[in-house]
């Protein structure tokens, strides 16, 4: 099983005269390439939310080739959630500043999906969660999503309006910053007319389309747009 690495920038060390404290926020990727790049974007191009603390991101299990199922992504996160805390507890930090520890995987008929949603929420772990999987983010950047996938990974990334022999199509899992910058707003609105479709009662492993990525960008990352 993979182990969650911290960050190269310890938020320890007091902030440097005349910066500003910044909220850690450490993510666990199901994907390797996916969700990291995605990430990446962010981190470079996200616009912050006025009047909230900053947001410093750290890919913990980036490097890690295994240990990247739900189930196991809970379990290390809430080994570095405990970790977290003492630190935060030892440094006296005020509670906006409090670090938090996310979790992003998708429904991919895993089968213990439900089991890793619930296991988080008991132990207080943020999850971007999305059903089939996080195609369906990147897709409703372009379009509405309707209609269900029936559990198919394929057939969300299927729809994304890559051109044959272009950037986009020859590296397909690679998410570029000219397929998401000026259109998170669009990708916002989309997600939440999809998750609506879904009765009320209706549990998220069950919602298909379904995302939450949008939530995870304004509550963990304090990203406004990008």
């Given at each position: 099983?993979?182990?969650a690495q911290r960050g190269k920038d310890?938020?320890?060390?007091?902030?440097?005269?005349?910066?500003?404290?910044?909220?850690?926020?450490?993510?666990?990727?199901?994907?390797?390439?996916?969700?990291?790049?995605?990430?990446?974007?962010?981190?470079?191009?996200?616009?912050?939310?006025?009047?909230?603390?900053?947001?410093?991101?750290?890919?913990?299990?980036?490097?890690?080739?295994?240990?990247?199922?739900?189930?196991?992504?809970?379990?290390?996160?809430?080994?570095?959630?405990?970790?977290?805390?003492?630190?935060?507890?030892?440094?006296?930090?005020?509670?906006?500043?409090?670090?938090?520890?996310?979790?992003?995987?998708?429904?991919?008929?895993?089968?213990?999906?439900?089991?890793?949603?619930?296991?988080?929420?008991?132990?207080?772990?943020?999850?971007?969660?999305?059903?089939?999987?996080?195609?369906?983010?990147?897709?409703?950047?372009?379009?509405?999503?309707?209609?269900?996938?029936?559990?198919?990974?394929?057939?969300?990334?299927?729809?994304l309006p890559f051109q044959r022999g272009?950037?986009?199509?020859?590296?397909?899992?690679?998410?570029?910053?000219?397929?998401?910058?000026?259109?998170?707003?669009?990708?916002?609105?989309?997600?939440?007319?999809?998750?609506?479709?879904?009765?009320?009662?209706?549990?998220?492993?069950?919602?298909d389309p379904y995302t939450d990525v949008?939530?995870?960008?304004?509550?963990?990352?304090?990203?406004?747009?990008?």
């Open positions: 099983m993979g182990r310890s938020w320890e060390r007091p902030a440097r005269r005349g910066g500003q404290r910044k909220r850690q926020v450490f993510i666990l990727t199901e994907g390797k390439v996916t969700e990291p790049s995605y990430l990446d974007i962010l981190k470079e191009q996200g616009v912050p939310l006025a009047d909230e603390v900053p947001v410093e991101m750290h890919i913990a299990n980036r490097r890690a080739d295994s240990g990247r199922k739900p189930l196991d992504l809970v379990e290390q996160a809430i080994r570095l959630k405990r970790e977290e805390d003492r630190k935060a507890k030892r440094a006296g930090l005020e509670e906006k500043y409090l670090p938090q520890v996310w979790c992003l995987f998708d429904h991919d008929n895993y089968k213990y999906v439900r089991d890793a949603l619930k296991q988080a929420e008991k132990a207080d772990i943020g999850v971007a969660f999305s059903h089939p999987c996080f195609e369906v983010w990147r897709l409703a950047h372009y379009k509405p999503v309707s209609g269900s996938f029936a559990g198919v990974c394929d057939g969300a990334a299927g729809r272009s950037q986009d199509a020859k590296a397909p899992k690679v998410v570029l910053p000219h397929q998401v910058l000026g259109r998170y707003k669009t990708a916002r609105k989309n997600a939440e007319r999809m998750n609506k479709q879904h009765a009320a009662h209706v549990d998220k492993w069950d919602k949008h939530e995870f960008v304004k509550k963990a990352l304090h990203i406004d747009t990008y």
